[in-house]
């Protein structure tokens, strides 16, 4: 029989302590706090400042769309505008496109 245990070592059930359950859940919530702050939170105060951005879109407004054209507002609906790109020429466009509200007198200088 030692010859056994030489081979085979008895296992003892461990008790888990508070410390010890609290050090394993550790790397988790320091995970998340990362995440948060370097991911969830820059993101959602992205999408507020746009989404105000959005809503304070006016006629006169110079804006530049996801697409890149450049343009003048010339009529703001619910959720479309009317931008003029060129003489005579608008384009009607979903507000939530709408990427950058531009200084004034930014078309003249293009």
Same mark, same amino acid.
């Given at each position: 029989?030692?010859?056994? /245990?030489?081979?085979? !070592?008895?296992?003892?059930?461990? $008790?888990?302590?508070? #410390?010890?359950?609290?050090? !394993?859940?550790?790397? &988790?919530? &320091? ?11 820059? *993101? ?11 809503? /304070? ?7 530049? #769309? ?12 619910? /959720?479309?505008?009317?931008? *003029?790109?060129?003489? /005579?020429?608008?384009?009607?466009? *979903? ?10 007198? #930014?078309?003249? $200088?293009?």
């Amino acid at each position: 029989m030692n010859l056994m /245990n030489f081979f085979i !070592s008895n296992a003892y059930a461990q $008790s888990a302590t508070s #410390t010890e359950s609290l050090l !394993s859940l550790a790397p &988790l919530v &320091l995970i998340f706090i990362v995440f948060y702050f370097l991911l969830i939170r820059p *993101q959602s105060k992205r999408q507020k400042e746009h989404r105000e951005m959005v809503e /304070n879109i006016s006629k006169g407004d110079e804006v530049t #769309t996801a697409g890149g054209m450049l343009g003048k507002v010339t009529e703001v609906k619910d /959720n479309f505008v009317k931008i *003029q790109v060129a003489d /005579n020429v608008e384009v009607t466009v *979903q507000k939530h496109t709408i990427g950058a509200v531009m200084p004034k007198g #930014t078309i003249k $200088s293009v």
